[in-house]
């Protein structure tokens, strides 16, 4: 899908409530950001953010981070939680490869909610849940690795199952039609779209006990 490039974007989104400008200079103080001991929640490529505030405001006990890398996109996410007062939820601009120099060892869960499925073979590695980013997860989770991940992409799905299966994770939940096996759900930009269409959403919960693997 192309995208849409939306003029000064990256000078408005400095006025976001929520937005954090210096990300990097956190690391490892993101407790102290939130002002609480509470666990934090990360979404990674967040879209416009109606998922992350809508789960921001119905769990005010958990912190949520939304992290997305294109300033025309995280905009919208900025304009909507402008409008709101929120004292569980931060916005950051980056790119998600550079994680690392984020979170150490502060992250509980990771949302990835219709990735990019960086179809060709030779991108394989570009992949959210391949074994690079997987790697560079261990680094940033808490304590126990737990990954809820949505996607329309059939061929990503399988692609991530068996990466998170040789990654040492656990399948604690699968299913390739959520909306039929669970109600009340909060629902992305994309997953709304895709329903319209008549598209099943594939979903998984994966968690691994500890943080980084000694043997990979």
Request: proline share 2%; net charge neutral.
């Given at each position: 899908?192309?995208?849409?490039?939306?003029?000064?974007?990256?000078?408005?989104?400095k006025?976001?409530?929520?937005?954090?400008?210096?990300?990097?200079?956190?690391?490892?103080?993101?407790?102290?950001?939130?002002?609480?001991?509470?666990?934090?929640?990360?979404?990674?490529?967040?879209?416009?953010?109606?998922?992350?505030?809508?789960?921001?405001?119905?769990?005010?006990?958990?912190?949520?981070?939304?992290?997305?890398?294109?300033?025309?996109?995280?905009?919208?996410?900025?304009?909507k939680?402008n409008?709101?007062?929120?004292?569980?939820?931060?916005?950051i601009?980056?790119?998600?490869?550079?994680?690392?120099?984020?979170?150490?060892?502060?992250?509980?869960?990771?949302y990835?909610?219709f990735?990019?499925?960086?179809?060709?073979?030779?991108?394989?590695?570009?992949?959210?849940?391949?074994?690079?980013?997987?790697?560079?997860?261990?680094?940033?989770?808490?304590?126990?690795?737990?990954?809820?991940?949505?996607?329309d992409?059939?061929?990503?799905?399988?692609?991530?199952?068996?990466?998170?299966?040789?990654?040492?994770?656990?399948?604690?939940?699968?299913?390739?039609?959520?909306?039929?096996?669970?109600?009340?759900?909060?629902?992305?930009?994309?997953?709304?779209?895709?329903?319209n269409?008549?598209?099943?959403?594939?979903?998984?919960?994966a968690?691994?006990?500890?943080?980084k693997?000694?043997?990979?």
């Amino acid at each position: 899908m192309r995208l849409k490039n939306i003029k000064g974007a990256a000078e408005k989104i400095k006025e976001g409530k929520y937005f954090i400008a210096n990300p990097y200079i956190l690391k490892g103080k993101w407790n102290e950001v939130f002002g609480n001991d509470n666990p934090i929640y990360l979404e990674i490529g967040m879209g416009k953010g109606n998922f992350i505030i809508a789960n921001a405001l119905k769990n005010p006990n958990i912190n949520y981070i939304g992290l997305e890398k294109y300033d025309s996109i995280i905009l919208r996410a900025i304009e909507k939680s402008n409008l709101l007062d929120i004292n569980n939820l931060y916005l950051i601009r980056m790119d998600a490869r550079l994680i690392e120099e984020v979170f150490d060892r502060e992250i509980d869960l990771i949302y990835l909610n219709f990735s990019d499925p960086w179809p060709k073979d030779r991108h394989a590695k570009r992949r959210l849940t391949s074994s690079v980013f997987l790697n560079r997860y261990d680094k940033i989770f808490k304590d126990d690795c737990h990954i809820i991940m949505k996607t329309d992409n059939t061929n990503l799905f399988t692609f991530s199952l068996e990466s998170l299966k040789a990654h040492h994770y656990h399948i604690d939940y699968v299913t390739d039609d959520l909306h039929k096996k669970k109600k009340d759900i909060i629902k992305t930009e994309y997953e709304e779209k895709f329903m319209n269409m008549g598209s099943k959403i594939n979903y998984l919960e994966a968690s691994k006990v500890g943080g980084k693997d000694e043997d990979i």
